[in-house]
């Protein structure tokens, strides 16, 4: 079995809307697809694990959650993540494009900039459904897979589509709801900003005055930024952004270490070495390892 870390684009069905949803035993199958679900893969659009049977835990990003009945797991673009082989578990999976979300939206703002549901950095993928709660997402997630299954018409892509979007923001509701410390002070949209910088420019600059001055601010206004909203310098921030991408290169054994240094801003394969070891207390070659 290869060790290569696949970058996974969404399923192309017959209804080729931007949006997808399989079942359990469609998951476990896996019929169609080019990876191994149940291997590290990096997926190129948003997903959804809603669980209504069983335990077990998912890994994303090197970290695994455990889940159970009830459970919705948020799994955000660029993420690496993989399945357990759970026969026991009965579950929906859901996957769409931004686009597909975005679509009709005629507001100035961007609906997944403002859900909290895939903000990682600022909370956990995972929120837990109270009984009454789950009969009521079950109800609309059978709508979405009977419409996804029936033979399409006119309004199959809209009724999805509203649906997904009624699903998304109950959900971030529930998690707003219970959450005290969800964030509500002024800064939100500026660290929402600087999580962009970072998406565009990380192998490019690791100094925390090249984004405060694209932010035209004071490096020690971002400071106070990430401080009040992660409690982190802004430092601390860019080390833990770059170190999470190494990561996910490192599971890639295609690329030698040298190649990463390099696609990852180094000009010297001692310094990227020397750097995430400082990070994680284990050399490339080693956290590699662990994976293969």
């Keep these: 079995m290869s060790n290569n870390i696949p970058l996974v684009n969404l399923p192309l069905p ?8 399989a079942n359990n035993r469609e998951i476990l199958l896996h019929e169609g697809l080019d990876h191994n679900p149940f291997r590290p893969h990096r997926i190129q659009f948003y997903a959804i694990l809603f669980i209504l049977e069983g335990e077990g835990v998912h890994f994303i990003d090197f970290k695994n959650y455990p889940y159970k009945k009830g459970s919705i797991i948020f799994i955000s673009k ?3 993540h993989a399945f357990e082989m759970n026969m026991e578990r009965k579950a ?6 931004e686009e597909f979300l975005e679509k ?5 703002s ?3 900039q403002h859900l909290s549901l895939y903000n990682h950095t600022l909370y956990p993928p995972v929120i837990q459904l109270e009984e009454e709660k789950t009969r009521l997402f079950l109800d609309i997630t059978q709508k979405i897979k009977e419409e996804f299954d ?3 018409d006119e309004l199959t892509e809209e009724i999805m589509h509203a649906a997904l979007k009624i699903f998304l923001c109950m959900s971030d509701r529930i998690r707003r709801q219970n959450r005290s410390n969800i964030i509500k002070h002024h800064y939100h949209d500026e660290y929402l900003l600087f999580q962009k910088l970072l998406k565009e420019h990380i192998f490019e600059s690791r100094k925390v005055k090249f984004y405060a001055e694209k932010m035209l601010m004071s490096s020690k206004k971002l400071n106070r930024i990430t401080n009040e909203m992660v409690q ?8 833990a952004f770059l170190t999470l991408e190494i990561k996910r290169l ?3 054994t295609s690329f030698s270490i040298s190649e990463i240094a390099y696609k990852t801003g180094f000009e010297e394969t001692t310094n990227f070495v020397k750097y995430f070891k400082k990070q994680l207390q284990l050399t490339p070659s080693q956290f590699r390892a662990q994976y293969q």
Excluded: C, Y
């Design 232 to 239: 982190q310098t802004a430092k601390g921030h860019i080390n």
């Design 104 to 108: 009709g939206n005629t507001s100035t």
């Design 110 to 112: 961007n609906l997944m």
């Design 14 to 21: 017959e209804k080729d809307f931007g949006f997808k949803i």
């Design 78 to 80: 660029e993420q690496v």
């Design 92 to 97: 929906f999976f859901l996957m769409f494009s």
């Design 250 to 252: 490192l599971m890639n």
């Design 150 to 152: 029936a033979p399409d």
